[in-house]
């Protein structure tokens, strides 16, 4: 299969290939040693559809709303509301205000996570995520979350890879939400996805050994804690760095060190007919990539398709 065969030819598509080909010419002044190619992809928005509302976020409002259905002194209180109501709006609107300064909803739904998954084993947490994807759908997509990945990132993730990049996955999404399905739909390896987590701890009892998530988060890996996690797991400062929100800034920015070679992609929804358009909690980064000659993907003019086929 040709490279970025879902591509549009174009100025986007040959500032990709220009980049690689550049730091993979061994006699040429930007050339990067194939172990230094390290490229950084954060998730929702960027690998796999994010609306009406992220798809881990519909994974844990389907558990808030269990636990809501089970506890009725839960369901005056947010996010609990929110998710026994279905009301996604509101729950949507948390991520907007967050990309905005405005963690105020973003807590109450964090802190609403940690009690939802809190004393679940990890094992069974990859179960639980793995049983989701075998049904689970979005809402007005007509298509399973299994096929809302987005084609012309996993060829682009290809492309890298033939020419000797190694890949990662670093977003605002729970890091084992993303490991039991990353593998089946990007091909990337569940070591290499950096995300959010929740606290782990050891546990022995009756001859078995576990690993139990504990009622509180770990870290949360957005903004400015997104480098620091890709250097804590990585140890490399990356080269090329996709995103398409506000929360991905200080990564993308990490992306460059004076006087090597660096390519930043920020993702714009821009086609209202095949996926959506918008540009909530993007403006920032939206404004920063044009002014510091950042290249903007138009999914509207520089994707040929859009999600995943439909197996046949």
Not at 37 to 61: H, S, Y
Not at 90 to 103: E, F, P, Q, R, T
Not at 210 to 226: R, T
Not at 273 to 302: H, I, P
Request: proline share 6%; glycine share 8%; aromatic share 10%.
């Amino acid at each position: 299969m040709p490279a970025l065969e879902t591509w549009n030819d174009g100025e986007t598509t040959a500032a990709i290939v220009d980049f690689v080909d550049r730091v993979t010419d061994r006699n040429g002044p930007d050339f990067v040693e194939p172990a230094a190619r390290v490229a950084v992809f954060d998730n929702d928005g960027t690998l796999w559809c994010e609306k009406p509302m992220p798809i881990q976020l519909d994974f844990t409002i389907r558990r808030m709303g269990e636990l809501a259905g089970q506890e009725p002194e839960l369901r005056s209180e947010q996010p609990w509301k929110a998710a026994y109501e279905q009301d996604l709006q509101w729950l949507g609107a948390a991520m907007v205000k967050h990309y905005h300064g405005d963690d105020g909803d973003l807590k109450l739904l964090m802190g609403a996570v940690t009690r939802a998954f809190g004393e679940i084993t990890v094992d069974d947490y990859d179960a639980r995520v793995a049983e989701f994807f075998g049904t689970a759908g979005h809402p007005t997509l007509s298509r399973p979350y299994r096929r809302c990945g987005f084609v012309p990132m996993v060829d682009l993730l290809r492309y890298l890879e033939a020419n000797e990049f190694t890949t990662y996955i670093a977003s605002g999404g729970d890091r084992d939400f993303m490991r039991p399905v990353a593998g089946e739909l990007y091909g990337v390896p569940p070591e290499r996805v950096i995300g959010s987590a929740l606290g782990i701890t050891y546990r022995e009892r009756e001859g078995r050994t576990d690993l139990l998530y504990k009622s509180a988060m770990d870290f949360f890996d957005d903004g400015p804690e997104k480098p620091i996690r890709i250097w804590s797991r990585i140890g490399r400062r990356p080269i090329l760095s996709v995103g398409n929100s506000n929360g991905d800034l200080p990564m993308m920015s990490y992306s460059e060190l004076d006087g090597a070679p660096a390519l930043r992609l920020l993702i714009l929804h821009d086609d209202a007919d095949r996926e959506f358009d918008y540009v909530a909690g993007a403006e920032d980064a939206l404004d920063y990539a044009r002014r510091a000659g950042w290249t903007v993907v138009s999914m509207k003019n520089d994707w040929r398709e859009i999600f995943t086929p439909e197996p046949s």
